[in-house]
């Protein structure tokens, strides 16, 4: 364990530092960040004095070495528009995206499991075709029109939900939620539902196919023939062992998620990390953008570790360390 660890940090420390070499690079292909800055009146003279200022004209090596050496202390830079740490920016906004992705791995989780399980041991079953035809109609269908479609019918049609915001929140212990007040469910329920919209066809399949699988092995047939109940063999034994691989998968893609909240955010103006990213692009904020970028591939990398050591705990027959017995 202590071996995989070690390797694992090393190969996130160079991650780590592509993503930051790349995000880094990007920025002065995003455009003049003191466009937004300052006015048509500032002279071309003040405008390069406060060039010179910001480092903007210094050399890439130069500004790269400087971000690192402030990034190692916990500094990705200051928010041109907000004036603020970038860090501190994108955690205020943490919190609304986090609220996103557990509600939509909520509903995933809800629906996928039972959905999947029920295709795997009811093949032909016409409602079977049903759950097979609806998610590969739902796979096709881009995020943004599935939340477009979404707030066209319950919003402006039904007028049964809201269309955009967050709505009230209520603070338990410095967390800003909004779990916990009717209003903030209300605003959660068509965000929520369309951001699981990318997943949820996915996971359906998953579960039916790893089912599948599982009912075709070995040992469920020898408990099949020792007399257990066709539940106990589907539930217990088939079940059990279908979950590894999904847990597998859905530690990976509830970091996706974080990253897929752009499109969904915007449709419904949620205030999150995403929507964030998208106005520090027509800002042209390149430290609230390079910190984002960084934000995301951190949070990749962490998720990606914490499900292979996971899976190593739930499935002892794993070997970590990648050597033979």
Known sequence: MFTFLVKRLFQAVIVMFVISLVAFAIQDNLGDPLREMVGQSVSESERQALRDELGLNDPFIEKYSRFVGNALQGDLGTSYFFKRPAVDVILDKLVATLELVIGATIIIVVFSIPLGVYSAIHPNSVFTKMIMAGSS??????????????????????????????????????????????????????????????????????????????????????????????????????????????????????????????????????????????????????????????FVGLLFVVTNTLVDLLYGLINPTVNLTGKGA
């Open 137 to 294: 109609i739902g796979i096709s269908i881009p995020v943004f029109l599935t939340a477009i479609m979404l707030m066209y019918i319950f919003s402006i049609e039904l007028g049964w939900l809201p269309s955009f915001g967050r709505g009230d929140t209520v603070n338990v212990l410095g967390w800003e939620t909004g779990f916990l007040s009717l209003d903030g469910l209300s605003h959660l329920i068509l965000p929520s539902i369309a951001l699981s919209s990318i997943m949820l066809p996915l996971f359906i399949r998953l579960v039916r196919s790893e089912m599948l699988e599982a009912l075709s092995t070995e040992y469920v047939k020898f408990a099949r023939a020792k007399g257990l109940p066709e539940r106990t063999v589907q539930y217990k034994h088939a079940l059990k062992n279908t979950m590894l691989p999904v847990v597998t998968v859905g530690g990976v893609q509830i970091g996706t998620m974080v990253a897929y909240t752009i499109l969904t955010e915007k449709v419904f103006q949620w205030p999150g990390t995403g929507f964030l990213f998208l106005e520090a692009i027509n800002r042209v904020d390149t430290p609230l953008i390079t910190a984002y970028v960084i």
